[in-house]
């Protein structure tokens, strides 16, 4: 069953903006993140997804080529895949 709230987005002018989720859509058993956790966010066509990242999502391959290639072949892959191949 899908879980429906509204929010309030607050905008700060040096540090972007906070997104306050509802005590009853952040306490339901399917809300999946923790306190702290680190989100990938998404936006696109009137959207704003929130995700899981990968770990590999969150480095700049660009400057550690080396590892990079050090990487198996299936991470390369999912690297390149997501335009962040160096």
């Avoid at 399917?30 to 966010?41: H, L, V």
């Avoid at 700049?60 to 895949?81: F, G, H, N, V």
Wanted: overall charge positive; glycine content about 4%; cysteine-free.
């Amino acid at each position: 069953m899908v879980k429906r709230s509204f929010a309030k987005v607050r905008f700060f002018e040096k540090s972007g903006a906070r997104l306050y989720i509802p005590e009853s859509v952040r306490s339901d058993s399917n809300f999946p993140f923790e306190d702290g956790e680190i989100i990938r966010i998404s936006i696109g066509n009137d959207s704003l997804v929130l995700e899981k990242p990968e770990w590999w999502e969150m480095l700049d391959w660009k400057k550690m080529q080396p590892a990079y290639s050090k990487l198996p072949p299936e991470t390369q892959e999912k690297i390149r895949q997501a335009g962040l191949a160096p």
